[in-house]
């Protein structure tokens, strides 16, 4: 699912936590975070389509997780010579279940422009659906896609252009972290022609040398949550306890109200303020959803649900 996200420059503190905290921040790079630059190499290389992702551990005592926001280092060349370059492409932010090649999307965003010279934060909306959620897994991956949309006045895509602000690596350790890995149309590797996932350290240049010699880290923080599902509703409870009104709403509880409410609705068809049956709780058959008609299957299936009890 595509989204639209808020996006804020950096310098940002992210709220961190223990094991049974909420929020853990989880970098994968050298780069001085929230602040900082260290040294800093962009690739402005990137053709239509190609991502930039980096893998992460997901902290298993956190599970299951939820994505809240992205951070991007984003960087031109002579940025400290001539300032902020204009901004040359359009990105997008993928979020993967597992570790390249097996990875799994379960989510995508429209970011706005990326500003160069720091950290771009991508913060995601509150009440995102549960696309967004991870469960299970060890790995988490966070892709940039560059969708190159020409914004130059001759309406040709900037790839290539050494000026351009571009995702940027951190070239200070020589031992790799977590690498960066590439989706990409056909290129040269170490390995000989590849497409698709591949590390970006194996891609060799046309004089036949490693893209990297050194363990490149993409400046890439991605922020997490411990996600709690919400509590599965409770069919049997329909009404408020000690309210007259039939239609005051479930309480948590199941009392003799719901019981009484439910029999006022069944025999009266009740419906409630989007014009649904009060009594209908499933299908003809006890086993599905509402369907529109109140008969001898939701009778049967609210006294189950009575004597259950909610969860």
């Keep these: 699912m595509r989204r639209r996200l808020i996006a804020l420059m950096c310098p940002v503190v992210f709220a961190s936590a223990g094991a049974l905290g909420q929020t853990v921040t989880l970098n994968n790079s050298s780069l001085p975070f929230p602040t900082g630059q260290a040294n800093l190499v962009p690739e402005p290389g990137f053709g239509p389509g190609e991502i930039a992702a980096a893998t992460f551990d997901i902290p298993q005592d956190l599970l299951p997780i939820r994505v809240t926001s992205v951070s991007v280092m984003w960087y031109s060349t002579f940025y400290s010579i001539f300032g902020p370059q204009p901004p040359t492409a359009q990105e997008d932010i993928l979020i993967y279940r597992g570790m390249p090649p097996n990875v799994v999307l379960i989510g995508s965003a429209d970011t706005p422009q990326m500003q160069d010279g720091g950290w771009n934060l991508f913060s995601f909306a509150q009440g995102l659906p549960d696309d967004l959620i991870i469960t299970t897994g060890t790995k988490l991956t966070v892709g940039i896609r560059m969708d190159m949309t020409p914004l130059n006045q001759n309406g040709q895509a900037p790839a290539g252009n050494a000026l351009a602000a571009a995702p940027a690596y951190d070239t200070t350790s020589t031992t790799q972290k977590r690498n960066p890995v590439f989706l990409t149309s056909t290129v040269n590797t170490v390995n000989g022609p590849r497409t ?116």
């Design 196 to 311: 698709g996932w591949m590390d970006y350290n194996d891609i060799v240049q046309a004089n036949g040398q490693r893209r990297s010699t050194q363990g490149w880290d993409l400046g890439l923080v991605v922020t997490i949550e411990h996600y709690e599902p919400p509590t599965p509703p409770c069919p049997a409870d329909l009404a408020t306890e000690g309210s007259s009104d039939p239609l005051s709403g479930p309480d948590g509880f199941i009392t003799g109200t719901d019981f009484d409410v439910f029999v006022q609705g069944f025999f009266t068809e009740l419906r409630r303020g989007d014009n649904s049956l009060l009594a209908d709780l499933t299908d003809d058959q006890g086993s599905g959803g509402p369907d529109g008609f109140v008969t001898g299957a939701d009778f049967d299936f609210f006294v189950i649900k009575f004597f259950e009890g909610c969860p």
